[in-house]
């Protein structure tokens, strides 16, 4: 007995669990927005120099020709030859350029930085971080570095709220976290300067790790085992409808500003409804708090239409079903226990190796390709649900991770002018890619225990946002050889694949408790037992996944347990 059996007794998957995975999966619609939202953001328009200080546009008009042929006197083209260049501009007007079909020359005419400010173009984008800033030339690697500080934001979210939840429960760091991505991202849309963006978007980053790792937790620890699969699976969508309400949100509004609230200002709503999430009563027992723990379960089972377990259900029985897991539990965990035993290890070091292969997609067309990105993922995550329903979490995770990896492989070899065969490669290496991270959430947290649940999932995903912030560097490699930055990425890709299948399977496996429960799951040995190696070799002690040497230890002697698979991890 466990507690997945008091799930059962309790309604199982009923109308609490309905309303509970709702209400936590709808912030989603918002957290694929702060992810891409620099594409919107800090997208960078068609600029060139402004013009002379001495003239101006309106002061020309006697001239004869339309203004872009105008410009053509002060600003001279880039090295495609089809457009005005955005960093330079003549020291002197050639106005020799602008006689009827002339083909004067001014390729040796001096030029000059943009002295005098730019010119953008507000077509496609009415103001931008970037238009605002003169984040361009010399400057543009600043717009980048937005998005590599607010993963950093992530990242260090990852580690501060993992480590919080399991100290003082996922529900108090979930709200907290609502409230923080929503006063902070309304305050980024109020920055006076690049600098106070930069700011507002670290700790707005934090918060978002914070939203996304507690809520895919609460999720999980209220939910009966059978239906883990379709639940994580189908909650996955609210990221990818995400993604396009970005794209028609961006398309409409065109102003960075308004853009920052209208993606931020709906996480007041979401913390106003949060306060009626029950904690996970599972990590309540194990704090010694099951007192509250049982009150949640009352109040499921009220919620649920199963009264009579009001009555039936009482501490005793609580304990009852529970009884090695707070035996075995204290009361606090560290990164340090993620690696000290053997089980853990293993999951941990194979998880980090998975994670870090989640890399960014690369910048896409704005607008329509951000819709048809966002729209790959339907079939995607429909193929991954069924993979995780039949093949298991392991083979769905190195699949989805092999094949992309074949897919962008393949796009090296294609040429640059056949952009219908790259954009369908690309497409649907997104969606393998998008299958694998739908995986990975899901897989992470059934393989750690609820009282370092979160402090693992926090630890191992810090490793996939160290890959997005080394994206852009990854990137620059195209300038040495276009095909570098594919080779980088399809490399990540096989070599996380390796590793997943060395990966317990969890498919239809009641979650794990404590860290005996990783222990004795997927060593086959209590991790007294499983540490003994680290003492003395000579006591004959192997965990599977591990190769000890056996002195003066007889085969026979050897109880059946001890005698597992060797695998390389």
């Not at 602008?98 to 103001?127: I, K, M, P, V």
Request: hydrophobic content about 45%.
């Amino acid at each position: 007995m466990g507690f997945a059996d008091l799930l059962d007794e309790v309604g199982g998957f009923g109308r609490y669990q309905w309303l509970h995975v709702t209400l936590i999966s709808l912030p989603g619609l918002l957290m694929a927005s702060q992810n891409l939202l620099n594409n919107f953001v800090s997208g960078i328009p068609e600029h060139h120099c402004s013009l002379l200080s001495n003239y101006s546009v309106h002061n020309l008009s006697h001239y004869q020709v339309d203004e872009q042929q105008l410009f053509r006197a002060f600003i001279p083209l880039d090295s495609s030859g089809n457009k005005l260049d955005g960093c330079r501009r003549y020291v002197e007007p050639q106005w020799q350029l602008l006689g009827a079909n002339s083909s004067a020359n001014a390729s040796h005419a001096q030029t000059e930085e943009c002295l005098d400010g730019w010119t953008y173009d507000r077509s496609e984008f009415l103001a931008t971080t970037v238009s605002e800033w003169d984040l361009v030339c010399s400057l543009r690697p600043l717009k980048q570095m937005i998005q590599t500080i607010y993963m950093g934001g992530v990242l260090t979210g990852a580690i501060i709220y993992g480590g919080l939840s399991d100290r003082f429960g996922r529900r108090s760091v979930l709200i907290w976290s609502y409230l923080q991505l929503g006063v902070l991202g309304c305050s980024a849309a109020l920055s006076p300067s690049y600098s106070a963006y930069c700011v507002f978007r670290f700790l707005s980053g934090m918060a978002v790790s914070g939203v996304i790792l507690n809520g895919v937790s609460l999720k999980v620890e209220w939910i009966p085992t059978k239906e883990r699969t379709i639940v994580g699976t189908l909650t996955s969508f609210f990221f990818t409808f995400g993604q396009m309400i970005l794209a028609g949100l961006a398309y409409w509004l065109r102003d960075w500003r308004k853009l920052q609230v209208v993606t931020c200002a709906p996480q007041f709503l979401f913390f106003a409804y949060s306060w009626w999430y029950s904690e996970s009563a599972r990590w309540l027992v194990l704090n010694r708090r099951s007192d509250e723990a049982l009150k949640s379960l009352h109040r499921v089972a009220r919620i649920n239409g199963k009264p009579e377990m009001i009555d039936k259900l009482t501490l005793e029985v609580l304990h009852s079903h529970m009884k090695k897991e707070i035996e075995s539990s204290h009361s606090s965990f560290t990164a340090y226990d993620l690696l000290k035993t053997k089980g853990m290890r293993r999951i941990s070091i194979c998880l980090i190796a998975v994670w870090s292969a989640n890399l960014p997609d690369s910048p896409v067309s704005i607008y329509l390709m951000q819709i048809i990105f966002g729209a790959v993922d339907f079939p995607a995550k429909l193929l991954a649900l069924g993979m995780l329903s039949y093949l298991g979490r392991r083979v769905s995770q190195a699949a989805c991770l092999f094949l992309s990896a074949l897919v962008i492989f393949t796009n090296i070899f294609v040429p640059t002018d056949m952009q219908t065969i790259r954009t369908t490669l690309a497409c649907l290496g997104k969606g393998f890619t998008s299958a694998s991270f739908t995986t990975v959430y899901l897989y992470t947290g059934e393989l750690y225990p609820t009282v370092i649940r979160q402090t693992g999932m926090g630890f191992v995903s810090t490793f996939a946002r160290v890959g997005s912030m080394a994206a852009p560097a990854v990137l620059i490699l195209d300038e040495v050889l276009p095909a570098l930055p594919s080779v980088v990425y399809g490399g990540a890709a096989v070599l996380a694949g390796f590793f997943a299948c060395f990966l317990p399977e969890t498919l239809n496996v009641p979650l794990p408790d404590t860290i005996e429960d990783v222990e004795e799951k997927w060593c086959g040995r209590s991790p007294t037992l499983c540490q003994k190696e680290d003492v003395s070799l000579k006591e004959g002690v192997a965990c599977d996944g591990d190769v000890v040497l056996m002195e003066n230890v007889a085969l026979k002697d050897l109880k059946e347990p001890e005698v597992t698979s060797l695998n390389v991890l």
